[in-house]
């Protein structure tokens, strides 16, 4: 549906000081992943849980798109749905680098916002960088039902899957920024696509860098002009 899709991971955000779930430091190191992170996190360590993303909600506050996240929103700007913004973070770096919520797929969720866990309501809210109990003292404004961090948590469907699928039919060039392929196969999508580049700061096991019609192993801030040359050209033909 897109002629350029463009799908991000932890790295393009990393440059920006937001630790990723695979380095060492940080809030990763202060929590155990599995009591937090879980689709059952909330209801056997339901505090805990909360705390964690609270913390995580404000670190984001301070922090701010490099030049990666910048390149990609004008090119996003100028090209509008020709090109397709996903990416697997959670952060809000391209919305501060200049597009809407509407413009950026998050495939898992968006810190910013918490949602009601009532299912009949559903809704979300943007509550920036507060804790979770100070949004209407934890509870959904409209059901009176406990709100949870909009994230997608591990064993829980990522409903917006279907979105990236549909994105990439008839792509003509696909390319992947920071990410490791543990999450999101990446090298399965490749059939669906004319032209694809792979940039990683450095090789993954879980990707066939063989595959791909071009290779950029630097950090993304370094790749981006020569990514954002390529994507030009898409249009020029």
């Known amino acids: 549906m897109a002629k350029v899709v463009v799908l ?34 909330l209801q056997k360590n339901e505090a805990l849980t909360i ?36 990416t697997q973070n959670v952060d809000n770096l391209f919305e501060k680098a200049g ?15 918490v949602r009601c866990q009532n299912k ?37 469907e990522a409903l917006l899957y279907e979105r990236l699928y549909r994105e990439l039919e008839g792509c003509e060039l696909f390319i992947v920024i920071g990410t490791s392929g543990n999450v999101i196969d990446t090298d399965a999508l490749l059939p669906y696509v004319k032209k694809s580049i792979l940039n990683n700061l450095e090789p993954s096991k879980a990707i066939d860098d063989t595959l791909y019609s071009k290779v950029l192993y630097l950090p993304a801030t370094k790749a981006i002009n020569e990514i954002a040359e390529d994507i030009t050209e898409v249009f020029s033909v």
């Not at 991971?9 to 990723?20: D, L, N, P, Q, V």
């Not at 919520?101 to 495939?107: G, N, R, S, Y």
Request: net charge negative.
């Open 99 to 113: 597009l809407t919520i509407d413009e950026v797929v998050h495939l898992h969720g968006f810190m910013s916002e």
């Open 8 to 41: 991000s991971g932890a790295g393009i955000s990393a440059e920006s000081g937001i630790s990723t779930f695979r380095d060492s430091g940080g809030l990763w190191d202060e929590y155990n992943v599995a009591e937090v992170c879980n689709y059952d996190s």
């Open 120 to 156: 009949a309501c559903n809704l979300t809210f943007d509550i920036g960088y507060k804790k979770q109990e100070d949004a209407f003292n934890g509870k959904c404004p409209t059901c009176g039902t406990k709100l949870r961090p909009n994230i997608v948590f591990f064993g829980e």
């Open 51 to 86: 705390e964690f993303y609270d913390k995580r909600r404000a670190e984001l506050e301070t922090k701010e798109p490099n030049h990666a996240h910048r390149v990609l929103s004008e090119l996003k700007k100028r090209y509008k749905d020709d090109i397709s913004i996903i």
